[in-house]
Structure formats: C-alpha cells, structure tokens
C-alpha cells in the first residue's frame, strides 16, 4: 500500500498542503476544527510524518540516539531510566540501538542515525573501536549531527566525552583495603583492550604507589567476559592467599560473589570485597558490599541534558566532563593486621 503524503490529505480535505502540515503541527493560526478535522483523517488514512522531509525543511527532527555497546542486568537499565526522565522534560524523541559490542553493529547504527537525520548521538563504544577505527563516528561530524561519547569513551580524540575518573575511582576503592590492612589485593578487571580498564588498573597499582607498596601485577586479571571466571576464580583462589578483592564493575562482582558462596567462602571473614558499582547489586547482597558508585542512572540523565547543550551551543572545541563519585560504606570489609 502506498504510504499516504500531505499531499494526499490535501486532495482529500480540500486545503492546501501548508494548511494540513500546520494543523499537524498544532499551529495557532488553524482553527481547533480544522486542526481536528485533519488529524482525524490522518489517524484514519494511518498517516506518518516523514522526518527525513521534515529535517531537510526545517533543520530539525527531533529525534535523538542512544548507542549501547550491550543490554544486560547491570548498569544499562540504570543509565537507559536516566536517559528517559530526563528526555520526558524536553520536546525530543529517543531512538536507541544496541551493538552487541560489534563494530560492524555500531557502523550500522551510525548510518541509520543519519539516514534518520537524528540530531545528537550519545555512545558508549565496543571493545574494538579506537582512535583509528572511528571512521564511522567522523560521519556524524560531516553530517552536522553532535556527537558525544558517555563511560566507555576513546581518549584523544576531538568529540566530547562524559565519563568518570576512572583511574581515580579504582584507587579509591583499593585504598579503602589498603587502609584496612590488606596487602594480597586480587584485582578483577574487564576486557583491557577498553580504555576504562586501562585507567582502572592504573588507579589500582597507583594506590600501593602511595603506599609505598610495589602491586603485584600476577593479582591483576582482565576477562574478556564475566562468565570466564567461573574458570578463573576457584583455580587462583586454591592457588593463593588473598585477603581482599577488588572488583572493576558490577557485573564482575556478581559473577565474583557466586563464585565465593560455591567455594563457602566467606565474606568478610575470609575476603573482604570492595567494588566499583552502580549501587543496586550490592544492597540487594548479604552482607551488603562497600563500593565506588559510579551511577548509571546519573550518568544517563547527564548525558542527556549534555548532548542537548551541545546541540544548542555547538563549539568545535572538545570538551570533557568528570561525573563524581563517591564511597558508599557497607559490611564488606574486614580490618587485619598488616605485615610489616
């Protein structure tokens, strides 16, 4: 069936194709009964605004994207609640795209946001795109559509960014062990081709810097996926003497604290647990754990209210945003007496 133009409502109604487009608009200078008369036909007739159309004649869609890299239980639900509250306040619209962490996949999201004509772009990019595959994202410059990178972001590259001090936020979470006695800190970090957990470790090996310690880097382990430590975790755990873990995301920790209740381990009795987390997993634990929160929920609202800054007050500088942090203190830890 062809799809229905303004045109066609025109013809119909006997008016003129501006008349139909401001009474769809909702324009003041069209009566209410104008106005209702033509959006009825176009409910019935099943008509549909062509936003291509729409943007090339007023330089505005209204329509803005949201890129994630995965769907899963943790942290996305939190920043995708975010991105919509705060989307509620204002007149645009969200579409959004999940990559499965494919480049191939992000490739295809950013050419249908330009076929779309959105007019910002909010992406969290895949384990493989870098500063030499972004090709893709400097489309989106040519296109004249503002782009902004949230929590996994590329460094060194001209588009605006929101993320958190990685490298700080880890060294938060392992100075809290540090300060509690513990020295055999085992590290759990995700895949580290990702620049977050190559600022993550660093915060990591910083804290024994300034503790004068020297950190063992055979206790630091990066996986490729979560599930891999259901391989890892009982042979390192039979194999040495932790005290303490600190764990990089909140999914790390839950695959983490299965693995520990499998083993009877106790926490913190026999391991304390310090993680960096969104803060939904670790109140819903027992004993609840001490984490770094990195809010995923503040991180969409921001993102959000960020992109559409930039929209309005577009600036060829690249500009980066720092989102803060803060400790929130639970029952994981446990105090010992470090060696000397």
């Known amino acids: 069936m062809r ?18 487009s401001r009474a769809l608009s909702d324009h003041p200078d069209i009566s209410e009964a104008t106005r209702n008369r033509v959006k009825e036909t176009a409910t019935r007739l099943n008509y549909r605004t062509n936003l291509q159309a729409r943007f090339f004649r007023k330089k505005h869609s209204g329509l803005l994207a949201l890129i994630l890299p995965e769907i899963n239980m943790f942290y996305n639900p939190s920043l995708i609640e ?42 969290s990019v895949t384990y493989n ?42 060294k938060k979470g392992v100075d809290i062990l540090l300060e509690h006695g513990h020295r055999n800190i085992l590290g759990i970090f995700a895949n580290a081709s990702l620049a977050i957990t190559q600022e993550r470790i660093k915060g990591y090996k910083k804290a024994f810097h300034d503790f004068g310690l020297t950190p063992n880097i055979d206790h630091i382990i990066s996986v490729e996926r979560a599930s891999l430590l259901d391989n890892i ?19 790390l920790l839950y695959f983490t604290t299965n693995n520990l209740r499998k083993l009877n381990i106790s926490i913190p009795d026999d391991l304390s647990i310090v993680s960096i987390s969104d803060g939904i997993f670790p109140n819903h634990y027992y004993p609840r754990i001490t984490y770094v929160e990195d809010s995923g929920k503040r991180m969409g609202q921001a993102a959000l209210t960020q992109i559409i800054e930039n929209i309005k007050n577009p600036s060829k500088e690249k500009t980066i945003h720092y989102l803060p942090t803060e400790i929130v203190w639970a029952n994981s830890v446990k105090r010992i007496n470090s060696p000397v």
Not at 136 to 156: F, G
Not at 234 to 249: D, E, H, K
């Open 233 to 251: 975790l009982p042979v390192l755990l039979r194999n040495n003497t932790f005290s303490s873990i600190f764990i990089m995301t909140d999914e």
């Open 129 to 170: 795109t870098s500063k030499y595959s972004m090709a893709h994202l400097e489309e989106l410059t040519l296109a004249n559509i503002q782009c902004m990178m949230y929590d996994r972001v590329i460094p060194d590259t001209e588009f605006p960014t929101l993320t958190i001090d990685n490298a700080n936020c880890a």
């Open 82 to 123: 975010g991105v919509n509250k705060a989307i509620a306040e204002t007149p645009y619209s969200l579409v959004m795209f999940q990559t499965n962490n494919d480049i191939k996949q992000e490739r295809e999201a950013i050419e249908q946001c330009i076929r779309w004509a959105v007019e910002g772009v909010m992406i």
């Open 3 to 20: 799809r229905i133009t303004i045109k066609d409502l025109a013809i119909m109604l006997n008016l003129s194709t501006s008349t139909i």
